[in-house]
C-alpha cells in the first residue's frame, strides 16, 4: 500500500479550474479554520488507486481525513446482471448529531451513520455509475407477508429445487458467486429498494453474475413491484370529477404526452392532480 501527499490548496485560496476559472467551495470547506490546507495524496490498495483529501493545520500536521475517492473504476466492467460488492449506507438515527461536529460519515455501528459492504446485482449503467439491486440474507428476521412480497427468493445455480420463500415470483433467481466470497447459498433480492452506485465508490466487480435469461425475470419482477408502487401512489390522488382515485398509465413514446423541447405537456389530469393536497397525520 504505496502513499504519496502533497499541498492541494489553502483554505484562503479559492480553488481555480484547468482554465483558470474559479470553482465552487463547499460548505464545508467554507466552516474550517483559515490557515488550515487541503492536501491531496493518492494510494493504492489491492489494485484500486483512491484520491486521499486530508486536512493539515499550517505547520504541516495531518488533523482529519476529509474525503477518499476511488480512482479508474472501470464501469464497462459492471455489465447487467453481475453481482458486485460495495457500500450500503445505514440511515442517519442519532437526533443529536450536527453536521461539522467532526463524527458525521463514521462507518461505525455505534456512530451516527454507519456502512457496510453488500452485495448487490448490476441493473443498468448510468452516466456516473449503475443502479443495482441489493440483496439480504434476513436469516435473523421475520417479516410481513407484505414485506415479503417486495422480495425475490435468489439462489445458487446448484440449488435448483427450492422453491423458494416468495411464490409471488415463481422460482429463485439462479445466480453464479466467486467461492472465493463464501457466499450464502440463499438470500432475497429486495426490489423496493433499488440501490445507485458511484464511479468514485469502491466497487469489487469479481462476485458474481446471473445469466441474461435469469436477468431477464429479474427486471420483469422489478417492473412488476414498480408497477404496483405506481399504481398505489396515484390512487392517493382522488382527484376524478367523480371523487375516484387517478390511474397510473405507463407512459409511451407514441402516447399524447411524448416530451417536447421546451413544452410543458399540460392535460385535464395533470391539472387536476396539481390540486391534490395532502395532510399530515397525527
Not at 483512491?50 to 480512482?71: D, F, I, Q, T, W
Not at 443529536?96 to 467532526?102: L, S, T
Not at 425475490?152 to 422453491?163: F, L, Q
Not at 466467486?178 to 445507485?196: F, T
Amino acid at each position: 500500500m504505496a502513499t504519496t501527499v502533497e499541498s492541494l490548496m489553502s483554505l484562503t485560496q479559492v480553488p481555480l479550474g484547468p482554465n483558470g476559472e474559479p470553482l465552487r467551495r463547499s460548505e464545508r470547506l467554507n466552516k474550517l479554520k483559515s490557515e488550515d490546507e487541503i492536501w491531496q495524496g493518492l494510494q493504492k490498495v489491492k489494485g484500486t488507486n483512491y484520491e486521499r483529501l486530508s486536512l493539515y493545520n499550517h505547520n504541516g500536521v495531518p488533523k482529519k481525513l476529509y474525503a477518499v475517492k476511488a480512482l479508474d473504476i472501470n464501469l464497462d466492467n459492471l455489465w447487467p446482471g453481475k453481482i458486485v460488492k460495495a457500500i450500503d449506507c445505514y440511515p442517519q438515527t442519532d437526533l443529536k448529531c450536527r453536521p461539522y461536529d467532526g463524527t458525521i460519515g463514521a462507518t461505525s455501528i455505534a456512530g451516527p451513520i454507519a456502512a457496510k459492504f453488500r452485495y448487490m446485482i448490476v441493473l443498468w449503467r448510468t452516466n456516473q455509475g449503475v443502479a443495482a439491486i441489493p440483496l439480504y440474507t434476513q436469516t435473523e428476521s421475520k417479516l410481513s407477508k407484505n414485506r415479503m412480497g417486495e422480495l425475490v427468493s435468489v439462489c445458487t445455480v446448484g440449488m435448483t429445487k427450492w422453491p423458494g420463500d416468495t411464490p409471488w415470483a415463481g422460482m429463485p433467481i439462479l445466480v453464479s458467486f466467486n467461492p472465493e466470497y463464501n457466499c450464502e447459498n440463499k438470500c432475497y433480492a429486495d426490489l423496493s429498494r433499488p440501490h445507485w452506485i458511484g464511479q468514485c465508490e469502491t466497487i469489487l466487480d469479481d462476485v458474481g453474475h446471473v445469466e441474461g435469461g435469469e436477468y431477464s425475470r429479474l427486471i420483469d419482477l422489478l417492473h412488476m413491484k414498480e408497477r404496483e408502487f405506481r399504481t398505489a401512489a396515484f390512487a392517493r390522488f382522488k382527484t376524478k370529477p367523480d371523487g375516484t382515485s387517478e390511474t397510473w398509465d405507463p407512459w409511451t413514446p407514441t402516447s399524447n404526452h411524448q416530451p417536447k423541447a421546451k413544452e410543458r405537456f399540460k392535460d385535464d389530469k395533470v391539472n387536476r392532480m396539481n390540486f391534490q393536497e395532502f395532510k399530515h397525520g397525527k
